[in-house]
């Protein structure tokens, strides 16, 4: 995301020394230099069964004449064929039990994780300079809306992201002068936040209608 052409772009993704090149089934190419990746960001596939790698860009390109801070690849889990074994045939008649079932879906997110996770770590390897790529933590995460926008945010080791649903977010705490905390009130079921930049020119960033129980979290990964 976003597509090089029409809904979806499906190819492959290589890595090298200097970058990525992505290679459509229709021989679309999009290259990523190494130089312009300001963040590399992986999340694991957990309960939205789809496994992510995203990246925030320095500067925009253009893709599908659109310009754009932001590249994904991802992929939508689904059963391996290492994971049917001999239940294929029982899949395509629905006589999985729904125990089966979520023992499937396990085995598939492990198996995706593990192929992502071993692509990454090569990746990291090989690259020309030390990017790392930043893990999201699942269990700090929270609900939020962002212009409008309930969704998701996880925090990773140095930025706020929302990778899952389109405007992508992504907001590095090295640009935060301090987050203020608004309409905490026991008698609220929400608050907000509030984010000065240190670039006072840009204006502040608002998350609205934060859960009261995701407060707690919130404060230890800001600290």
Same mark, same amino acid.
């Given at each position: ?14 890595s090298?020394s ?6 459509s089934?229709? &021989?679309?190419?999009?290259?990523i230099?190494?130089?312009?990746i300001?963040?590399a960001?992986?999340q ?8 992510i790698?995203?990246?925030f860009l ?14 994904q ?5 689904g059963y391996t ?6 239940v ?6 629905g ?7 979520e ?5 598939a997110?492990?198996h ?8 990454l770590?090569?990746?990291?390897? &090989? ?7 930043e &893990? ?5 995460s ?5 212009l409008q926008?309930?969704?998701?945010l996880m ?18 705490l ?7 905390f ?6 609220i079921?929400n ?13 502040v960033l608002?998350? &609205?209608?934060?859960p ?5 979290k919130?404060?230890?990964?800001l600290?």
């Open positions: 995301k976003p597509a090089l052409k029409g809904r979806k772009s499906v190819g492959t993704l290589t090298y200097n970058g990525l090149r992505f290679l089934k229709n &021989n679309e190419l999009l290259e230099g190494l130089w312009n300001r963040n960001i992986f694991p596939c957990s309960d939205n069964m789809i496994v790698l995203h990246f320095k500067t925009p390109i253009e893709i599908a004449n659109k310009s754009t801070s932001h590249v690849f991802y992929l939508e889990v064929s290492e994971d049917l074994g001999d294929r045939g029982r899949i395509k008649r006589e999985l039990n729904e125990e089966e079932e023992k499937l879906e396990s085995q997110r492990n995706y994780n593990r192929v992502f996770l071993d692509f770590t090569k990746t990291e390897i &090989n690259w020309d300079i030390p990017l790392k790529f &893990n999201t933590y699942s269990d700090l929270f609900h939020g809306s962002i926008n309930n969704v998701v925090p990773t080791a140095y930025c706020l992201v929302s990778l899952i649903e389109t405007p992508f977010f992504v907001l590095n090295s640009d935060i002068e301090i987050a203020v608004e309409r905490v009130d026991l008698r079921k608050f907000d936040i509030v984010f000065i930049l240190k670039d006072f020119s840009k204006k608002v998350i &609205n209608n934060i009261r129980v995701s407060l707690d919130i404060k230890v990964w600290k």
